[in-house]
């Protein structure tokens, strides 16, 4: 091909990203999955389980895991749900804070990185393109019909 898709644009980013994400928690013995997973949890409230596998975009499986290792670095604690005996609330311990901090911390820096490097315009444009191309794979069936591709 001689220009890249669309996708491929896309995923390179991303993985990108991820790898100085990565990068950036290994200097704390952590992960990125448990960085975003921190972040999602409410420092005063904690959240359900079952909430935080949708905000993160992450599978069930790969959630409870890497809830499992956060439990075991002694992160985060379980506690019942006291509005649905059956559900479990997760909460931040002093340390999950310490590092739910850190992981703000880098995700900040690097929106300011960035930022000193494009222009609001440009990133009013992304977000809408990017917004467009997220309504796109959500609302349209774009696989329905057949269509060639030349």
């Not at 290994?26 to 409230?45: R, V, Y």
């Not at 960035?114 to 444009?125: A, F, G, M, N, P």
């Not at 997220?134 to 019909?145: A, E, G, L, P, R």
């Amino acid at each position: 091909m001689k220009e890249k898709t669309i996708d491929y644009i896309l995923r390179a980013t991303w993985m990108a990203v991820s790898k100085m994400y990565n990068e950036e928690a290994g200097k704390k013995d952590s992960t990125m999955a448990t960085g975003f997973a921190l972040i999602s949890i409410d420092p005063e409230e904690g959240a359900p389980s079952t909430s935080l596998g949708p905000k993160m975009g992450m599978e069930a499986t790969s959630l409870s895991r890497t809830l499992k290792n956060m439990e075991k670095k002694g992160l985060i604690v379980r506690k019942p749900n006291p509005e649905d005996g059956r559900g479990v609330l997760i909460h931040l311990t002093p340390f999950g804070r310490e590092m739910r901090e850190f992981s703000k911390g880098v995700v900040l820096r690097f929106d300011e990185a960035v930022k000193e490097h494009i222009s609001e315009e440009d990133l009013q444009t992304f977000k809408r393109v990017t917004n467009s191309i997220m309504d796109i794979v959500q609302t349209k069936n774009i696989y329905s019909t057949e269509k060639k591709i030349s």
